[in-house]
């Protein structure tokens, strides 16, 4: 069984994620100079949370899957590890996905590490929900917000968020660019009808990863016919 694409051709930079223009303005800045502190990346799944987290990371983050690990005494054992010291007093890169999962008592044993040991240990949380994050770990955190916007559940209909300031025409130029870029990486060429095709459906222009994967079945799905 073949690999999706969003799997086997995830982005390796910011020029091959969908992201509305002030957002991605930050994260290239974060990418060129390092500069960059704790960071709170807010967003329903799909929309680039973790890849981002790696791409600024590279090869050197630790990262932990919170929803396996949520137990106050994995929070122990995590930040136990953030206070060794790091070879030639490099930064230490923590990646700690699904953190939401994590019971906010059990948030808060960060809470000193992220305020004293910023010099040491930078964070970087993936959460789907910032009410389930403790307000203590928020007030330490840059927080970037992923989505664009949300689909009404009574009328299926896309209601874009003010934040990402960009209009329902921008976004759907910006999927279908993406769109463009991991179908060549796979060695095809999608048509506009094919693009326009997947964008119609508000469902999947919502969700970056869920229009590649309904892009890559509408265009396997078109040669089968051919």
């Avoid at 040991?117 to 330490?140: E, H, M």
Wanted: hydrophobic share 40%; with cysteine.
């Amino acid at each position: 069984m073949a690999i999706d694409w969003v799997y086997q051709y995830r982005p390796t930079s910011f020029d091959e994620m969908a992201l509305y223009p002030l957002l991605r303005k930050r994260l290239e800045f974060y990418a060129t100079t390092g500069d960059f502190s704790h960071l709170l990346l807010v967003g329903d799944t799909g929309v680039g949370k973790t890849t981002t987290a790696r791409i600024l990371c590279g090869d050197e983050a630790i990262e932990f899957n919170c929803a396996q690990e949520n137990t106050r005494k994995d929070m122990l054992r995590i930040a136990k590890q953030t206070r060794s010291t790091t070879l030639w007093g490099r930064q230490r890169l923590l990646i700690l996905d699904e953190f939401h999962k994590i019971p906010a008592d059990a948030q808060t044993i960060f809470n000193k590490t992220m305020e004293d040991d910023a010099g040491r240990n930078t964070f970087i949380l993936c959460v789907n929900d910032i009410d389930a994050v403790a307000p203590p770990i928020v007030s330490r955190c840059m927080t970037l917000r992923f989505d664009v916007g949300i689909i009404n559940p009574k009328t299926q209909k896309l209601s874009l968020h003010k934040h990402a300031n960009i209009t329902k025409l921008e976004w759907i130029e910006e999927l279908k660019r993406v769109g463009k870029i991991i179908a060549e990486k796979a060695g095809k060429k999608p048509t506009e009808e094919q693009l326009d095709l997947v964008a119609s459906n508000e469902l999947y222009i919502i969700d970056p990863r869920r229009y590649i994967r309904n892009l890559e079945e509408q265009i396997k799905m078109d040669e089968m016919k051919n």
